[in-house]
């Protein structure tokens, strides 16, 4: 569940991944009574979890922004939207809490084990869960990233990428359609390049049987574009040459042919998103699923109990059983595409990339005509003193399905993210701890664009009203004090000046980031002409991604869009998401790009929405959306009504002023009013 918009609530650093130990986390609630350490042998919860304890006690309070109960013998788990009463009857209560404090994108898992009647109340970051009477409550603690660290090693061949994919399933915590949620699935394990198949044991031991085989191409670029939907399913994926890409059902023999690629990368991502989206409306349809959702489902004929109750298999047989033309019209939209260069170096980025469950591609594109670009007639207005800045080549791709997208192949295109391998195995890299504060540096070496640099300081301390973070504000810096200011540890530095072919400008000359040995600054924003190779650098040097320029740009729209992108990032955007609504503020927002992964989220604060209005006579028509890489398979309460949606699936609404004024003023967060970027409080007042 997503709360409606962004509220002023802090990010909770309890589920900071350096607090390894059970009692780290449960200590906030099991004060006053006597541990009993346990072991996880009894079989009460799923074998990920790492560590348990128990007592007596009629009330636990445990760290969650995602919660979900589910019944002990009895089928499917619900995700938790309100307070719940439960009744007599044994239940497992699953807590995830997103790390936003740690560096690398992971959660943190919390279980409790107990018998019912018992209140489930969420509120805020926690859950608490109390009883009429003092009961015996068993909890635990576990770290997804565990699977993660059980390494496969393969060649960088078909045959190798084959075993990697059929191991990957490993993440997942069920076979049921629950494991559409992405509290639910782990990211999977990572693969590296070997001269033989190493698959850890505790892998293969802990790896699903699914009845499902996908045998494909003896061709890498068949396997990075199936990736996703082998591992979603679970598939066996084997190799052989020279067939059609298949999915069989060993059990029932049925098979499922593609066509050969080009055409299978459309059909496999298609396939994928119909059988996600068909989990997503099975799964828990009495706590998630309104009206709707109940109608589609008699529509499609299927039967939630007897589909959570079947196999992998089963399920999907029957998925494929259902017209596309009765699902099509109902799919949410999808978060993320890739296009990926099937190539041995860009193997183990998989792994990362069936985390977020991003479709994969394979690229295509034309070069950008010099016709399509429009004349610069007012150089002497633009971000670039004198020298000229470092020409981008940039490339126009084929886009597929998805409202975010990533280039992972040589050169730089437009209305995608950059993404390099190095940008995820940096992610590994940055952790905090709980006391810990966001160190935010802001760097002005333009006098003439202190506009710029105000109105981001005042973001930053207003957000350090409510979050931990340290500002520094620096001016006129020389060479070796800005490259301090990179080699330092840093959440995220905005840099405000001019960059030219040598580097970024400087009080003493210019700062060329390749002299930099290495970068400790988690994210950047280098708002200045022509900056995307110096910050692709900093993304290759350490950084795990950031906002730049591809060609020059004009001051006064460098500040708009510094200073949105700004507030965005400090409200939990995605680094894309954020570069993506910022950029509307200007004519030129195609001269802005992210380079590393664009994905990342400096502070995941829930799931931040954004507001689509547009005006009709006396009344205004407003949708509402939730879309984020790592949270895509969740639901949102809609602002309107007591429904759910989907992420991806925008909630409507007609409000007149008054309304919309009230609405607007009681949350802060990004509005496209007539296909115009505004702050929901600056555009209450206009209205």
């Known amino acids: ?52 304890w128990s007592r007596v006690t009629a009330e636990l309070s445990l760290p969650a922004n995602h919660v979900t109960i589910e019944q002990v013998d009895e089928p499917g788990t619900y995700t938790l939207t309100a307070t719940a009463e439960l009744p007599k009857g044994e239940f497992l209560l699953e807590c995830r809490l997103d790390a936003g404090t740690t560096g690398d994108g992971d959660t ?101 049987e699914s009845d499902i085989e996908f045998v494909l191409p003896d061709r890498l670029d068949a396997l990075f574009v199936a990736a996703p939907l082998a591992y979603y399913l679970g598939a066996d994926v084997s190799v052989e040459s020279g067939v059609d890409p298949t999915l069989a059902i060993s059990s029932s023999g049925t098979e499922h042919r593609f066509p050969a690629l080009p055409e299978f990368q459309q059909h496999c991502a298609d396939t994928l998103r119909k059988t996600f989206f068909l989990d997503c409306l099975v799964r828990d349809v009495d706590v998630e699923s309104p009206a709707s959702k109940a109608e589609l489902l008699s529509r499609l004929s299927l039967h939630p109990d007897r589909l959570r109750a079947a196999t992998p298999a089963e399920r999907l047989d029957r998925y494929l059983d259902v017209p596309d033309g009765l699902v099509w019209p109902s799919l949410p939209d999808w978060h993320l595409s890739t296009y990926a260069m099937p190539e041995p170096e860009h193997v183990p980025c998989l792994p990362y990339l069936l985390d977020s469950l991003s479709l994969v591609y394979l690229p295509k594109a034309s070069k950008l005509e010099e016709t399509e670009l429009l004349d610069r007639t007012l150089d002497d207005a633009y971000r670039a003193p004198t020298d000229s800045v470092r020409s981008v080549n940039v490339l126009v791709p084929e886009l597929q399905a998805g409202r975010v997208h990533a280039w992972l192949a040589p050169g730089t295109s437009l209305d995608t993210f950059k993404l390099t391998p190095n940008a995820y195995r940096n992610r590994n890299r940055y952790s905090r701890t709980e006391d810990d504060s966001l160190e935010v540096s802001v760097v002005l070496n333009d006098g003439e664009m202190s506009e710029e640099r105000t109105k981001a300081a005042e973001i930053y301390r207003d957000r350090a009203a409510d979050l931990p973070i340290n500002l520094s504000v620096h001016e006129s810096l020389t060479t070796n004090d800005l490259r301090s200011v990179f080699a330092e540890p840093n959440d995220f530095v905005h840099y405000i000046g001019h960059c030219e072919e040598s580097g970024l400008c400087c009080a003493d000359g210019n700062l060329s980031l390749e002299t930099l040995e290495e970068s400790k600054t988690r994210t950047f924003f280098l708002n200045a002409c022509g900056s995307y190779h110096e910050g692709l650098t900093l993304v290759e040097k350490g950084s795990v991604a950031g906002a730049v320029t591809l060609t020059k740009v004009l001051d006064r729209h460098a500040a708009k869009v510094g200073t949105a992108f700004a507030r965005l990032l400090m409200h939990g955007f995605e680094i894309e998401r954020a570069m993506q609504l910022a950029r509307r503020r200007i004519l030129m927002g195609k001269d802005y790009a992210v380079v590393g992964d664009g994905t990342y989220s400096l502070l995941p604060v829930g799931d931040p929405g954004v507001i689509w209005l547009d005006r009709e006579d006396d009344t205004f028509e407003l949708a509402y959306e939730v879309l984020a890489a790592s949270t895509y398979g969740e639901s949102y309460s809609t602002p309107f009504d007591d429904t759910t949606r989907l992420h991806g699936k925008s909630s409507q609404g007609v409000l007149d002023g008054d309304e919309l004024v009230e609405l607007l003023e009681a949350t802060s967060l990004p509005v496209i009013y007539e296909n115009e970027f505004h702050w929901s409080d600056e555009l209450a007042a206009k209205l």
């Open 1 to 52: 569940m997503v709360p409606w918009g962004v509220t002023n609530a802090g990010v909770s650093n309890i589920g900071s991944r350096e607090a390894t130990s059970v009692t780290d986390v449960l200590s906030h609630s099991l004060v006053t009574a006597e541990y009993r350490p346990t072991n996880n042998s009894t079989g009460v919860f799923p074998d990920r979890v790492d560590e348990t």
């Open 108 to 208: 943190l898992e919390t279980y409790a084990r107990f018998g019912g009647p018992a209140t489930v109340q969420p509120h805020d970051e926690r859950v608490t869960l109390s009883f009429p009477e003092e009961y015996y409550v068993i909890a635990g603690v576990s770290h997804p990233s565990s699977v993660s660290d059980d390494t496969i090693r393969v060649p960088g061949t078909p045959a190798g990428l084959a075993t990697a994919l059929t191991h990957s399933s490993v993440a997942h915590h069920t076979t049921g359609p629950a494991r559409s949620h992405p509290a639910l699935r782990d990211q999977p394990p990572m693969v590296e390049a070997g001269s033989s198949v190493h698959v850890p044991e505790s892998v293969r031991e802990r790896t699903p």
